[in-house]
């Protein structure tokens, strides 16, 4: 399995940014894939997920209204649209894949060893 992430930078409150998740070594309708991020200080939170064996998505609380997980099975690629960004969504956002979770599962239950490089967002005027 293996994830890279791109599309973080620095951005105004308000703004948008789309970030881009492309997987290889599996078969996305196998697996769950989500977003996860890491704010110093703070525990990793799963952020939004989803099952690619029937699309089912989850996000947290905090960003429902604003995200969207969303997948090109084309391109192998996960994206997580991320509109009208506030300061406390500023963090290392990472993607991470595993078998035989339900969306909500793997965001919030999921606890990994393994976590690739990120890509760092950070809302700020």
């Known amino acids: 399995v293996q994830l890279v992430e791109s599309g973080g930078g620095l951005v105004q409150p308000g703004g948008s940014l789309r970030l881009s998740c492309t997987y290889s070594?599996?078969?996305?309708?196998?697996?769950?894939i989500g977003w996860f991020r890491q704010v110093p200080g703070k525990e990793r939170e799963g952020v939004s997920c989803?099952?690619?064996?029937?699309?089912?998505?989850y996000y947290v609380d905090s960003v429902k209204g604003r995200f969207t997980i969303s997948s090109d099975n084309a391109k192998n690629t996960v994206y997580l649209q991320m509109n009208n960004l506030e300061p406390d969504d500023t963090g290392v956002y990472y993607c991470a894949a595993d078998y035989g979770w339900t969306a909500l599962g793997f965001c919030v239950l999921s606890n990994l060893d393994t976590w690739g490089q990120g890509t760092l967002v950070t809302v700020s005027q």
């Open positions: 989803m099952s690619g064996s029937d699309g089912s998505t």
């Open positions: 070594g599996f078969t996305f309708d196998r697996y769950t």
